[in-house]
Nanobody
Framework: QVQLVESGGGLVQAGGSLRLSCAAS????????MGWFRQAPGKEREFVAS????????YYEPSVKGRFTISRENAKNTVYLQMNSLKPEDTAVYYC?????????????????????WGQGTQVTVSS
């Protein structure tokens, strides 16, 4: 089992920045990739960004590429999401997720069912 705890959400004006953190505990050595998803009211959960634990390859949803940066600190079992130039449409609950299984990741990284463990979420609200 892997436990995930997100932090860093809050209220920010459009154009501002926030940094989300996700600390993992438990069987963290078994994690292959860590990612961030978000869910706005009335919408489906959508992929934001992810990073492979070993090697550091990153993946981004097109609307956040260039504005958001995902990074990890393996020694602390923590993944970060630096969010700059925030827009009101970025408002959502942001969830951290871990995929345990290796392989075939490049074709499924954006799919929520590809991840095995989830955090409780942290609210990000961007005011216009």
């Amino acid at each position: 089992q892997v436990q995930l705890v997100e932090s860093g959400g809050g209220l920010v004006q459009a154009g501002g920045s926030l940094r989300l953190s996700c600390a993992a505990s438990g069987r963290t050595f078994s994690s292959y990739a860590m990612g961030w998803f978000r869910q706005a009211p009335g919408k489906e959960r959508e992929f934001v960004a992810s990073i492979i634990r070993i090697g550091g390859n990153t993946y981004y949803e097109p609307s956040v590429k260039g504005r958001f940066t995902i990074s990890r600190e393996n020694a602390k079992n923590t993944v970060y999401l630096q969010m700059n130039s925030l827009k009101p449409e970025d408002t959502a609950v942001y969830y951290c997720a871990v995929r345990a299984a290796y392989g075939s990741y490049s074709s499924i990284y954006y799919r929520a069912p590809a991840y095995d463990y989830w955090g409780q979420g942290t609210q990000v609200t961007v005011s216009s």
